[in-house]
C-alpha cells in the first residue's frame, strides 16, 4: 500500500509563496495521476490541481497562474508551488493517488 506524506506547509502573508510537497512510499507513485486537494473549515474537499505521469498538469480554475504542479520520479515526489496566495487559499491540503490520501499539511494565509 502506498504511503503519502505532505510536507511544507505553514502560515503565510497575503502575496506570499510556498512550496508543499507529497513524498510517496512506493514507485508506483510515478505511474500514476497524482492530485492535490484542500479543505477548508466548514468546506467540502476540493480539487487543486493534479499531474499525469507524462507531466501534464490540471488546474482548478481558483488557482490557475499562481499554482505549479510538478513532479521527480526519481524521488516519489509531488511538489505544489503556491504563489500571490490569498487568505481564501487557507486549508490543509492533502495528496492523494489511486483512491489513497495523505494525513494533510496545514496551509494558513493571513492578510
Known amino acids: 500500500q502506498v504511503q503519502l506524506v505532505e510536507s511544507g506547509g505553514g502560515l503565510v502573508q497575503a502575496g506570499g509563496s510556498l512550496r508543499l510537497s507529497c513524498a510517496a512510499s512506493?514507485?508506483?507513485?510515478?505511474?500514476?495521476?497524482i492530485a492535490w486537494y484542500r479543505q477548508a473549515p466548514g468546506n467540502q474537499r476540493e480539487f487543486v490541481a493534479s499531474i499525469t505521469p507524462a507531466f501534464n498538469p490540471n488546474y482548478a480554475d481558483s488557482v490557475k497562474g499562481r499554482f505549479t504542479i510538478s513532479r521527480d520520479n526519481a524521488k516519489n515526489t509531488v511538489y505544489l508551488q503556491m504563489s500571490s496566495l490569498k487568505p481564501e487559499d487557507t486549508a490543509v491540503y492533502y495528496c492523494?493517488?489511486?483512491?489513497?490520501w495523505g494525513r494533510g499539511t496545514q496551509v494558513t494565509v493571513s492578510s
Open positions: 492523494s493517488t489511486g483512491g489513497m
Open positions: 512506493a514507485t508506483i507513485f510515478r505511474f500514476n495521476v
